[in-house]
């Protein structure tokens, strides 16, 4: 559960994230403050997500009960039933971001939110010409280059693989490239892929229309403002 100083450092975070994103307007303010209360109503909220030139634009909660299925059905304030859910990470997630790969979760929806936009990244112009995704975490912006979009079956990655064991990143990696086709978009430079030494975020959602495929968006930590990005405090990768 976050302190409310957590609660104050996120604010910061992601008033800087706010800052950095251009087309931003004079409500900007009045977006902070909502964000802010937001934020105090609802414990599970650990970060919050900018997409720029979409409207993926979230706080991220992970369910302080355990319940991954919780924001699948709650909207973010978790008060409230909702067909739509909430932008969520799973229980074996950290919220530290400090994991080798932190799976986001959100919907694909009729009216076009919540990680509805996901999808522009299929589109190689829109890939080409966006390449970052920021979150903001308690005393820490960091900043993901999007080195990848594709299509997997979709089943939890979390449930696949065990990503404290360097062989099983490994695994992970080998796999995704055995998803890739001619409809993956994939980064200049970033072709032969990366290590377990990596940090990794990736946004998941799944078309209604097609629930036997999942979108995912692919981001490698390439911004740490605060320094605060390792896995010191876990030790060496188990073999």
Known sequence: MLKRGGIIL??????????SCANR???EEDKKKSSMELIEQNPDIFGWLIVPDTNIDYPIAQNIDGDDTFYQTHDITGTKSSDKGGIY??????????????????????????????????????????????I?????????????????????????????ESTDC??????????????????DGWESGLTPDNFLVSLTTVD??????????????????????????????EE
């Not at 996120?10 to 800052?19: E, H």
């Not at 820490?140 to 280059?145: I, Q, R």
């Not at 490994?170 to 980064?187: A, C, F, G, P, V």
């Not at 981001?219 to 030790?235: F, H, P």
């Open 136 to 164: 903001a975490i308690p005393g820490n912006t960091l900043t993901y280059e999007v080195w990848t979009a594709y299509a997997r079956d979709n089943n939890d990655v979390m449930e696949q693989y065990d990503f404290t």
């Open 25 to 27: 307007t004079s409500a």
């Open 89 to 134: 990470i799973e229980s074996c997630n950290m919220m530290d971001m400090c994991d080798f790969n932190t799976v986001i979760h959100g919907s694909t929806n009729k009216d076009g939110d919540m990680f509805s936009e996901l999808w522009n990244f299929s589109d190689s112009e829109f890939f080409k010409n966006h390449e970052e995704f920021m």
């Open 170 to 187: 490994q695994r992970y990696l080998d796999d995704m490239k055995k998803d890739w086709n001619s409809k993956t978009n994939i980064r």
């Open 10 to 19: 996120i604010g910061m975070s992601m008033a800087a994230v706010l800052a």
């Open 208 to 237: 209604p229309d097609h629930p036997d495929k999942q979108w995912v968006v692919v981001g490698c930590l390439v911004g740490d403002e605060a320094g605060t990005i390792n896995r010191e405090d876990m030790g060496s990768f």
